[in-house]
T-cell receptor, first 112, second 113 residues
Framework: DAEITQSPRHKITETGRQVTLACHQT?????MFWYRQDLGHGLRLIHY???????NKGEVSDGYSVSRSNTEDLPLTLESAASSQTSVYFC???????????FGPGTRLLVL | DQQVKQNSPSLSVQEGRISILNCDYT??????FLWYKKYPAEGPTFLIS?????DKNEDGRFTVFLNKSAKHLSLHIVPSQPGDSAVYFC????????????FGKGTKLTVNP
């Protein structure tokens, strides 16, 4: 069965460190998305990609970057982790950017 | 500027009764609407959707109603079950630069036995 996975599921890091969260999907979807979920804010879009070598900023992209070198993976990098980036991060993919997205299980990140 | 609003952070209902979750939107370009359900420590899962050419869509115990003139949609769950206890997110997308899904902040539903 096709799926979307994220790793690690839990991560503790220190302020200033670089952190990379992995996202891998076997749906063969062109569109991939990264969100963060925080209490009182719902799901906010960080970055998204419509295909290989394509990346775009979402509404809360400061301090984050992504790269898309193949269809299956969209890693999210925190260049210099800050306490404000403590959150739960979800990766998603879809056939069409405006229709049903399939979400991964999430990565819980704590920045100390 | 919040384009998709879920004004009730939480809702509590008795098992067997109807749950009604509401969602309002402001962007008139939105023409496709979805509901997602999220359990703790899991990713959101797609529940039901509706296109703006319809005003109702049913899937088992779940029905979504769309009132375009009021820019309002609602999710009805009948009958509610304890396993329905979760956070429900409303999402919308549209044409003309609004292609990506925009999510509301979510409503936490608790169904009491």
């Amino acid at each position: 069965d096709a799926e979307i996975t994220q790793s690690p599921r839990h991560k503790i890091t220190e302020t200033g460190r670089q952190v990379t969260l992995a996202c891998h999907q076997t749906w063969n979807h062109n569109n991939m998305f990264w969100y963060r979920q925080d209490l009182g804010h719902g799901l906010r879009l960080i970055h998204y990609s419509y295909g290989v070598q394509d990346t775009n900023k979402g509404e809360v992209s400061d301090g984050y970057s992504v790269s898309r070198s193949n269809t299956e993976d969209l890693p999210l990098t925190l260049e210099s982790a800050a306490s404000s980036q403590t959150s739960v991060y979800f990766c998603a993919s879809s056939d069409s950017p405006r229709e049903t997205q399939y979400f991964g299980p999430g990565t819980r990140l704590l920045v100390l | 500027d919040q384009q998709v609003k879920q004004n009730s952070p939480s809702l509590s209902v008795q098992e067997g009764r109807i749950s009604i979750l509401n969602c309002d939107y402001t962007n008139s370009m939105f023409d496709y609407f979805l509901w997602y359900k999220k359990y703790p420590a899991e990713g959101p899962t797609f529940l039901i959707s509706i296109s703006s050419i319809k005003d109702k869509n049913e899937d088992g115990r779940f029905t979504v109603f769309l009132n375009k003139s009021a820019k309002h949609l609602s999710l009805h769950i009948v009958p509610s079950q304890p396993g329905d206890s979760a956070v429900y997110f409303c999402a919308a997308s549209g044409a003309g630069g609004s292609e990506k899904l925009v999510f509301g902040k979510g409503t936490k539903l608790t169904v009491n036995p």
